[in-house]
């Protein structure tokens, strides 16, 4: 079956950087788009970043636009999350998650747009 697990969550002061990873196992990893979703407390998941089947093609979300770098490593299924200048509102657990096709056109930034959930992992960026 299909595993999706994020790791490298934790606890940064604000400025900070952090970098996520994400590892999907049981798929053809090379043949999906991925993306990266944020949930704060009470407030809807949200999209933010999506990388194309072959890594060339990046959408970024205003929010995170110039912070945030999305990239992934096909030889090791393996998908990444750079994150820098963080700021307190960047708290949230975030997910990575499989695209039903391979690329991010489109609604990328829908969840219902994604097949494949990770647990999520918790990013709290102090003030």
């Known amino acids: 079956q299909v595993q999706v697990a994020e790791s490298g969550g934790g606890l940064v002061q604000a400025g900070g950087s952090l970098n996520l990873s994400c590892t999907a196992s049981?798929?053809?990893?090379?043949?999906?788009?991925m993306g990266w979703f944020r949930q704060a407390p009470e407030k809807e998941r949200e999209g933010i970043l999506c990388?194309?089947?072959?890594?060339?093609?990046?959408v970024y979300a205003d929010s995170v636009k110039d912070r945030f770098t999305i990239s992934r490593d096909n030889s090791k299924n393996t998908l990444f999350l750079q994150m820098d200048s963080l700021k307190p509102e960047d708290t949230a657990v975030y997910y990575c998650?499989?695209?039903?096709?391979?690329?991010?056109?489109?609604?990328?930034?829908?969840?219902?747009?994604?097949?494949?959930w990770g647990q999520g992992t918790q990013v709290t960026v102090s003030s």
């Open positions: 998650a499989t695209r039903s096709n391979s690329h991010c056109a489109g609604s990328w930034n829908n969840v219902r747009n994604y097949d494949y």
């Open positions: 049981g798929l053809n990893f090379d043949s999906y788009a």
């Open positions: 990388v194309s089947s072959t890594g060339r093609n990046k």
